[in-house]
Nanobody
Framework: QAQMEESGGGSVQPGDSLRLACTVPESSIHMGWFRQSPGKEREFVAAMNWRGDRKYYGDSVKGRFTISRNNVNKATIYLQMNSLKPDDTAVYYC?????????????????WGQGTQVTVSS
């Protein structure tokens, strides 16, 4: 079982930025980020393919969040989160999928990190 662990979460004020990082299995075809807040379903945030030339974003984060990868260690991915809002408060999970098509549902991802808390409040 692949071990994945997120890093970079924390508590910030509205308008601030954070960057999350995660190392995914090299068998991944798509990798991405989900988030979950209490009482809500796990929500798709962003994903990219292994080559890095296709990126996908949830409507609530488009224009504010960016998914990318490390150019040297291609198994390390990032989620740059700018202009954070209180609604962005959640546990953020790194996920990896072996499906050849992009998966927007959590059920399409085989590997998961344990999650990192992001709290946005004034």
């Amino acid at each position: 079982q692949a071990q994945m662990e997120e890093s970079g979460g924390g508590s910030v004020q509205p308008g601030d930025s954070l960057r999350l990082a995660c190392t995914v299995p090299e068998s991944s075809i798509h990798m991405g980020w989900f988030r979950q807040s209490p009482g809500k379903e796990r929500e798709f945030v962003a994903a990219m393919n292994w080559r890095g030339d296709r990126k996908y974003y949830g409507d609530s984060v488009k224009g504010r969040f960016t998914i990318s990868r490390n150019n040297v260690n291609k198994a390390t991915i990032y989620l740059q989160m700018n202009s954070l809002k209180p609604d962005d408060t959640a546990v953020y999970y790194c996920a990896a999928s072996e499906y050849r098509t992009i998966q927007y549902s959590a059920s399409g991802y085989r590997y998961w990190g344990q999650g990192t808390q992001v709290t946005v409040s004034s």
